[in-house]
């Protein structure tokens, strides 16, 4: 009796360490912070080496009153249009948790910063969802990238307990 218990255990024990659910957080633009970025494409050359996920924090770090965050609309996105945000961050530094699949939009609403490329698209997975490798990472960003996905390792956690319940059911 002991060694079959022992043995689920050993299972469910390495189950709950390869099964990482934690959610991830990012600091967007890493050392750029949030700010207007020397290039245009500073801040999609960033978001190109993760994966993002519902659940995920993204930490828009700036001082208040330089810069802002307005989660908004495509359309207002590429207009840099701030007239009607969906959302609006007004201190910094500002995390926001996503909480929707899909494209996520993301501008300063600060002078022309918008216009001069202080702007955030993402695409976001579902939190559970299956994902391959991490796509390939740009080289200077320090923060590492998301930990693949946990439901194949789960599923056959599952799988080996199943079997092994049955198996040391036949030995006896
Ligand atoms: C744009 O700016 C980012 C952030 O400073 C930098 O890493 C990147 O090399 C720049 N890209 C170009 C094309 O200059
Ligand atoms: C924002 O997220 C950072 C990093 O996880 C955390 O240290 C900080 O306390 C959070 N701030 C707020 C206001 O939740
Ligand atoms: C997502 O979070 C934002 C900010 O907390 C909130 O305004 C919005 O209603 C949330 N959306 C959903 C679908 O929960
Ligand atoms: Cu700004």
């Known amino acids: 009796m002991a060694g079959r218990v022992n043995m689920v255990l050993v299972v469910l024990v390495a189950a709950s360490v390869l099964h990482r659910t934690a959610a991830e957080t990012y600091v967007v633009g890493s050392e750029l912070s949030w700010r207007v970025p020397p290039n245009t494409t500073a801040y999609s050359t960033w978001a190109s080496a993760y994966t993002f996920r519902v659940g995920d924090t993204l930490v828009f770090n700036f001082t208040t009153g330089s810069h802002d965050v307005a989660k908004v609309t495509k ?7 701030s007239s009607s945000p969906l959302t609006m961050l007004n201190t910094g530094p500002a995390n926001y948790t996503l909480n929707s699949t899909g494209e996520n939009y993301f501008f300063c609403a600060v002078g022309s910063h918008c216009s001069q490329g202080q702007k955030l698209s993402i695409s976001v997975s579902a ?5 391959p490798a991490s796509p390939p990472g740009t080289t200077s960003t320090p923060s590492p990238p998301p930990p693949p996905s946990c439901a194949p390792s789960l599923a056959a956690a599952t799988f080996s307990v199943i079997f092994m319940s049955i198996a040391t059911g036949f030995l006896w």
């Open 75 to 81: 359309e207002a996105f590429n207009a840099c249009n």
């Open 127 to 131: 939190s559970s969802s299956e994902s």
